[in-house]
């Protein structure tokens, strides 16, 4: 089946710095890519939207200078944490919309595991 | 506006009983509703989904689910649960037909005692 690889899957980083996760579709050309975050014991919150070519387009709330996305082929996106804060650890989940996105399953990476000292 | 809900928190089933993990949905139109399920430390695994056509969907590891329009219901269901089972339960909707994002609920924990 479909199958979308997230690396890392967890990354330790201090704060100030910056931190690239990526989000790749290994069989199918994905359009569109989203990224999620994850609170503990939460449900998962739609960052943005990525789209192959074009800006992502940002949720209310998230600040698209702190989280950069880029979609620059079919089969990769990645999402940049800049200058981290410990505020910013989480769990980043991504997720590709097969072609027949509409009535196809999102596929999901096995998200990152981002922690800030 | 389209959302959904899932009512409680987490289930506790013993092992062998039937589960039910309850989900409602509000969407404008016809709705595509999923469920997927979460391990510790992964992502999200695709269960099942209703798009049309008869009202009980069978999706992996045993799981079905039974959408009912007229409640605008869609709760999972299996008749014999497994230790393995033991997970977080998402629901998700969509709007037919749209370009409109996939709305998850907060989710339901599972757990399944031996």
């Known amino acids: 089946g479909a199958v979308v690889s997230q690396h890392p899957s967890w990354v330790i980083c201090k704060s100030g710095t910056s931190v690239k996760i990526e989000c790749r579709s290994l069989?199918?050309?994905?359009?569109?890519m989203f990224w999620y975050r994850q609170f503990p014991k939460q449900s998962l919150m739609l960052m943005a939207t990525?789209?192959?070519?074009?800006?992502?387009?940002?949720e209310q709330g998230v600040e698209k200078d702190k989280f950069l996305i880029n979609h620059a082929s079919l089969t990769l996106s990645t999402l940049t944490v800049t200058s981290a804060h410990p505020e910013d650890s989480s769990f980043y989940i991504c997720?590709?919309?097969?072609?027949?996105?509409?009535?196809?399953?999102?596929?999901f990476g096995n998200g990152t595991r981002l922690t800030v000292t | 506006a389209q959302s959904v809900a899932q009512p409680e928190d987490q289930v506790n089933v013993a092992e062998g009983n039937p589960l039910t993990v309850k989900c409602t949905y509000s969407?404008?139109?016809?709705?595509?509703l999923f469920w997927y399920v979460q391990y510790p430390n992964r992502g999200l695994q695709f269960l099942l989904k209703?798009?049309?056509?008869?009202?009980l969907v069978k999706g992996s590891y045993g799981f079905e689910a039974e959408f009912n329009k007229s409640q605008t219901s869609f709760h999972l269901k299996k008749p014999s649960a497994l230790v393995s089972d033991s997970a977080l339960y998402f629901c998700?909707?969509?709007?037919?037909?749209?370009?409109?994002?996939?709305?998850f609920g907060s989710g339901t924990r599972l757990s399944i005692r031996p």
């Open positions: 969407v404008s139109g016809n709705p595509y």
């Open positions: 990525s789209n192959e070519g074009s800006k992502a387009t940002y």
């Open positions: 997720s590709a919309a097969p072609p027949r996105g509409a009535v196809s399953p999102l596929h």
């Open positions: 069989d199918f050309q994905a359009t569109t």
């Open positions: 998700a909707v969509k709007q037919a037909g749209s370009a409109s994002k996939i709305i």
């Open positions: 209703y798009i049309t056509g008869d009202n």
